[in-house]
């Protein structure tokens, strides 16, 4: 089993920046795509951003791609998620979480098996 933890969360102004972190537990966590996902108020959770098991092929959605940079170290088990040109439209609880190497980049939540437990990012405005 895999535990992730999200960490880096807080408030923000507009065009600012943040850098989120998740740290996972696990034997094989370079073998993991790894995804962050969001979910705001009142909304469903969508696909953020994501990162291949193998040397780190990247995806983004539209609407983060440019602004927003997911890397991960496999070393130290931890997955980022580097924030910039912030916009209010970002605030949301932001979820990192893992799946099989064959669904990379996969915007569908049902591809990952497990989840962190979720940390706040507000940005005013």
């Known amino acids: 089993q895999v535990q992730l933890v999200e960490s880096g969360g807080g408030l923000v102004q507009a065009g600012g920046s943040l850098r989120l972190s998740c740290a996972a537990s696990?034997?094989?966590?370079?073998?993991?795509?790894m995804g962050w996902f969001r979910q705001a108020r009142g909304k469903e959770r969508k696909f953020v951003a994501g990162?291949?098991?193998?040397?780190?092929?990247?995806y983004y959605s539209d609407s983060v791609k440019g602004r927003f940079t997911v890397s991960r170290d496999n070393a130290k088990n931890t997955v980022y998620l580097q924030m910039n040109s912030m916009k209010a439209e970002d605030t949301a609880v932001y979820y990192c979480?893992?799946?099989?190497?064959?669904?990379?980049?996969?915007?569908?939540?049902?591809?990952?098996?497990?989840w962190g437990q979720g940390t706040q990012v507000t940005v005013s405005s």
């Open positions: 979480a893992t799946a099989p190497a064959v669904y990379s980049g996969s915007t569908y939540w049902g591809h990952y098996d497990y």
């Open positions: 696990g034997r094989t966590f370079s073998s993991y795509a």
């Open positions: 990162i291949s098991g193998s040397n780190g092929r990247l």
